[in-house]
């Protein structure tokens, strides 16, 4: 991803860290020039023959005698056997470490075998191990050092050629190497055979028809100043028990208990990031941070989304497209898109922009209205809010998301969810980052609505 890539969270705003930034390596050993085999005259090596003047050259005069080597007083890392590399390669890429052979040139052809095209892995060594002459353009993702056992370790990530795994494999400093795959490779479990679910699959034919019942769906909804949920602008009069385990509860949570599935003495941790912030239990519960360390991220929450800055990192440093495609999980969206912006009416203006409607996938062009007080500079940024189930569900296409500058030119601290899929920006919601001595805005940063009045959010657009 270019340098100055313009990322939102729906999740979470955060800074890069340090340790998943480039690191400088040298560049991978020139290879050697060929050698003249003794006696051959006009031969030709690689295609090209001797100059004659080269190959009638007497031979040179008796060399001096070579000094003896120095041997280092550091131990050498022990050989690893071809058995041994192996071992700490992943299952899944042993076959292709064996049988992969480097491209030859052109003019004689490429050996039959494995695809040269290199594959994205992590390789788990010592920590500081020079790894970036195996990975392609010595570009390498050095991750913090962690402590195992008396010695660090750190996981390097970067793309290589098949071929180059046995090599990476034989270095002594090496434990192992894994592949990264962005795909799913799992399933969730089956619901139970007394109460199975079907798990619904959309597809353009859907999203057609949602499109269509669109404009009928969202008649009569109130804008965001009259849609707020308890707690967040009015009195704070919340449900006599857990939204979860009433009736209408989406995980049945009374049915689990009732097969025994308590949770008793179980310790849970949140390790995944498919929450959604405008449930009843969860509304406003989220850390925020405040901290003189990093004071610039005071006031928004304290959360965190593993995929997604993988993927950001990836892209910074190997140029791929994950996030501004919308990879599938991925909670950031690429808003570096500027559209530009005209007068269409009194107090406000119109862009043009075309949000994705899957991965890498465009979807169709919109207009869409601000009003001219939400930019000091003129300049907005755009991109395409990555919740699937807003397009599955609702509306047929995936919605926008605006970034704005409303208090000075060029701090872009205002984002705007188009929930309704209306096209139109001014009757949503601005997040904005909380005063962390305020409670009571703590939800600012939370897209929601509470469409039909009952202080529960009725659809929810996540969290920046």
């Known amino acids: 991803m270019p340098k100055g890539r313009f990322v939102v969270s729906l999740l979470l705003i955060v800074a890069l860290s340090a340790a998943l930034l480039p690191q ?91 695809s040269p095209e290199p594959i994205l892995i992590e390789v788990i060594a010592e920590e500081g191990t020079n790894l970036s002459a195996y990975f392609v353009g010595g570009k390498v993702i050095a991750r913090p050092p ?37 795909e799913r490779t799992a399933e969730p479990d089956p619901y139970p055979p007394d109460q199975p679910r079907e798990l619904p699959k959309k597809g353009p034919e859907d999203w057609a028809q949602l499109r269509a019942n669109a404009a009928k769906l969202r008649e009569g909804w109130p804008s965001w100043d009259q849609a707020k949920a308890f707690g967040d602008g009015r009195p704070d009069i919340r449900p006599a028990d857990w939204f979860e385990v009433m009736p209408e509860g989406p995980h049945q949570a009374k049915d689990a208990w009732k097969r025994g599935y308590t949770g008793k003495g179980v310790t849970v941790a949140v390790l995944d990031d498919g929450i959604d912030p405008a449930h009843p239990d ?81 979807g169709f062009e919109h207009t869409y209205v601000i ?23 609702l509306w047929g296409e995936k919605v926008a998301v605006l970034v704005t500058d409303p208090n000075v030119a060029g701090v872009y601290d205002t984002v705007y969810v188009d929930l309704d899929d209306d096209y139109d920006f001014r009757d949503e919601k601005p997040l904005t980052r909380a005063n962390v001595n305020d409670p ?4 600012n940063m939370i897209a929601y609505r509470d469409v039909n009045g009952d202080g529960l959010a009725d659809i929810s657009g996540g969290m920046v």
Request: aromatic share 10%; hydrophobic share 35%; with cysteine.
């Open 24 to 114: 400088a390596f040298a560049s991978p050993p020139s290879q050697k020039l060929p050698i003249r085999p003794e006696g051959v005259q006009n031969e030709e090596i690689l295609g090209r023959p001797l100059p004659e003047r080269i190959a009638q050259q007497p031979p040179p005069p008796e060399a001096k005698k070579a000094p003896e080597p120095i041997h280092p007083t550091k131990p050498q890392p022990p050989a690893i056997s071809p058995e041994e590399a192996l071992r700490k390669i992943h299952p899944r890429l042993r076959d292709l470490a064996q049988k992969a052979s480097p491209p030859l040139p052109d003019r004689v052809g490429t050996l039959a075998g494995a």
């Open 146 to 182: 962690l402590s195992k056992g008396g010695k660090k370790t750190q996981i390097f990530i970067g793309f290589a050629y098949p071929y180059t795994l046995m090599k990476i494999a034989s270095l002594a400093q090496v434990e192992a190497i894994i592949p990264i795959v962005l």
């Open 282 to 362: 969860l509304l406003g519960t989220q850390k925020i941070y405040s901290s003189t360390v990093r004071p610039q991220y005071n006031g928004w929450p304290y959360v965190f989304s593993p995929l997604s800055m993988l993927l950001y990192a990836i892209d910074f440093v190997f140029g791929t497209t994950y996030i501004a495609d919308g990879f599938p999980g991925v909670h950031y969206v690429d808003t570096s898109a500027t559209p530009t912006l005209y007068p269409c009416g009194v107090g406000i203006s119109c862009f043009k922009y075309t949000p994705l409607i899957d991965y890498g996938v465009p």
């Open 371 to 393: 009003s001219n007080t939400m930019t000091k500079s003129g300049v907005v940024h755009v991109g395409t809010h990555p919740d699937n189930d807003l397009r599955d569900f």
């Open 440 to 443: 009571s805005t703590y939800n």
